[in-house]
């Protein structure tokens, strides 16, 4: 008997020795969502029309592919708190349940999230809650603690299948103390992505000793995007400069910028790294797949692949939908609340070439809450209406879409001046004959692709002073400030009290920094005034106390207008069709 068990326990240890020096194959299949804004349902709540992307289509892809391969990994790369009224309602209406992005990022088992700056954007109390909630690690390694230099959130999350180890590093951009005030990040510092990842990816490797190492970036890849360039330090979209830079990374999956992108680079060590970003709102979902050959426990061959699935191809999930009905309802009810009426339909298409009824609603709201002289906004979305006849709620997600502040800052006159020159740079176009643009767009080759060149929500109109925009003129001599609206001179030396946006208050665009030439740490003096609440918030109350809004131009034809007319009609009539004759 003693015989045959010790023959046995031989014969196990020989097993054991043979199974650790056999070879292993292991297929991980990695799946990333970015940039969902809210579209958590198959329906947009604010056009009150089923929408073909979501993430109950990504649960019906991520649930295929689950069933395929039991070793897939599932990753949201941030901005998840900010877009449809879903993501509003449990950030500030219904603020005592789960939020339902926690809700569903657990139903849906993500293994690792990361933050996006739309996430810290809705303030503390949100998304410190909100990421508590979540069953699974919020990585930002950037992100650390004024207080002691330490990640704020968690810097890396580790990930086991089948005995292999996947360290996934999270990185934040850094461009947050551009946008945002103080308060709504306060205590946490924002720091480089290709320093951090240089410092993480060796602590990674120390400690951890993975076999496959992922970056979670939210950041964009075009780290020249908005006049940054490879020597910018704290660059918004540095994802590409770390893939190059950074030698580690097996994949790095992105977001941030809501462009679609799957390649592969080089990096310093003469290595490629795939870089993959799915869009915005669950249009797509990345998967990369990672083919492994073990031996001993140490990778002898890794193949690396990826590509973009499209979610509209896939029915929402019904569990998905049947899970979270009660959430959809309770949203529905909150935008059905009639907050007035308008007594004719606005759009924002004119706004791009002239004075527009839609922009000067806002002006109007600004104006008067702050009781400032002037006023600065821009289309926030590019192809929006309110229709006349009843407003909804759901339709205050059309007039505003972000959930900025409203400022009261101190501006001189030529800063103004300065301010709108840089506006209407970043705009238009310098004609020479009637057959040039008047918009900027943006080049492919050498052929036109009708796409702005510009984010349109850089476009500030200003309110409060009658000019006019020479589009014959070069940057920086374009603007002619003629007077107030009430007939004053406009002073160039005087100080003026001016309604703006906080993401532009804080130097967002670019405005005030590059173009009014306000330094940074000044424009926190320059602020007189802050309201306590988002915009959307306050716009809402206005509308509600109205009843019935008539939406107008503030000071009639002459507010402002491009010149000279003869020159600027006939590209204004072509630009319009360029830019809005495939829509409805």
Known sequence: MKKHLKFLLVAAIF??????????????????????????????????LPMDRSLSHVYSVVQRERRL??????????DILQGQPAAYYYNFI??????????????????????????IETGHAVYDKVFAEYNCPVIAANAVRTSDGKPYFEPYAMIER????????????????????????????????????EYWIKEIRKKENPHIILGLFHSGYDFEREGEDINTP???????????????????????????FCGKVCNAAGDSVLIVDPQN????????QISLKLKDGKVIKKTVSGSLIETKNF????????????????????????????????STRSSFFGASEFIDLIHRIQLDITQADISFTAPLSFDAEIREGDVYVGDMFKLYRYENLLYTMQLTGREIKDFLEYSYSLWTNQMKTSADDILLFREAGNSRNGLLKNPYYNFDAAAGIKYTVDVTKSSGEKINIISMYNGDKFDLD??????????????????????????????????IFSTSKDLRYYLMQWIERQKQVEPSLLSGNDEWKFVPETLVKPAIERNYKLLFSNKK
């Not at 292993?24 to 349902?41: P, Q």
């Open 162 to 197: 089948e005995g292999v180890k996947i360290a996934v590093l999270g990185l934040i951009t850094p461009g947050i103390p551009k946008w945002l005030p103080n308060s709504i990040w306060e205590g946490i510092e924002f720091r480089d992505m290709v320093e951090t990842a």
């Open 234 to 260: 704290n660059n918004e979209n540095a994802s590409m400069l770390v893939a190059q830079k950074v030698p580690g990374f097996d994949a790095i999956l992105i977001g941030h910028d809501h462009d679609k």
């Open 494 to 527: 005087k100080t003026y009290k001016v309604a703006i946006n906080s993401y532009r208050g804080n130097g967002g665009g670019g405005h005030l920094t590059e173009g009014a030439k306000i330094a940074k740490d000044e424009l926190n003096r320059r602020i």
């Open 94 to 119: 219904d603020t005592s349940s789960v939020h339902l992005a926690a809700q569903i990022i657990n139903f849906m088992n993500y293994d690792a999230a990361g933050a996006g700056n739309h996430d």
């Open 69 to 78: 391969n039991k070793n897939l990994i599932l990753l949201d790369n941030g």
């Open 15 to 48: 097993s054991l020795m043979l199974s650790c020096t056999r070879d292993k194959n292991v297929e991980i299949i990695v799946m990333h969502t970015s940039d969902i804004h809210g579209a958590f349902f198959p329906y947009d709540f604010i056009s009150s």
């Open 281 to 288: 709102e669950g249009k797509l979902v990345s998967k990369v």
């Open 315 to 346: 029915e929402p999930d019904s569990s998905f939908i049947t899970n979270f009905k009660s959430n959809f309802d309770a949203v529905q009810q909150f935008v059905s609340r009639p907050a007035g009426k308008f007594t004719k339909s606005i």
